[in-house]
Nanobody, 117 residues
Framework: VQLQAFGGGLVQAGGSLRLSCAAS????????MGWFRQAPGKEREIVVR????????YYADFVKGRFTSSRDNARNTGYLQMNSLKPEDTAVYYC???????????WGQGTEVTVSS
């Protein structure tokens, strides 16, 4: 499975961005897709996790009510709609995928999000 994340950029606080994660290859093996982020000097943290074919979605507390994850199975693409962005959301955002019972074995290249105050 290959993942390509894009859609990052520079936005003012309070603004919005939508990230996309396009999957290719053995996409039928994807069970979960997740978005992670890593801010400078900090560890990578999970932002959202979805079950690719429907099911519970997990959002980290710090994005609940502001970020929404969705997917288009026909296009093998996941999305992360980010609203009400804050400077502390500044990070490199990565999408990842896991097969059933597996770890986050597949990673995209990351897309940088910068939120100015």
């Amino acid at each position: 499975v290959q993942l390509q994340a894009f859609g990052g950029g520079l936005v003012q606080a309070g603004g919005s961005l939508r990230l996309s994660c396009a999957a290719s290859g053995r996409t039928f093996s994807i069970y979960r897709m997740g978005w992670f982020r890593q801010a400078p000097g900090k560890e990578r943290e999970i932002v959202v996790r979805i079950v690719w074919n429907g099911g519970d979605t997990y959002y980290a507390d710090f994005v609940k009510g502001r970020f929404t994850s969705s997917r288009d199975n026909a296009r093998n693409t996941g999305y992360l709609q980010m609203n009400s962005l804050k400077p502390e959301d500044t990070a490199v955002y990565y999408c990842a995928a896991a097969s059933f019972g597996g770890s986050w074995n597949y990673w995209g290249q990351g897309t940088e999000v910068t939120v100015s105050s």
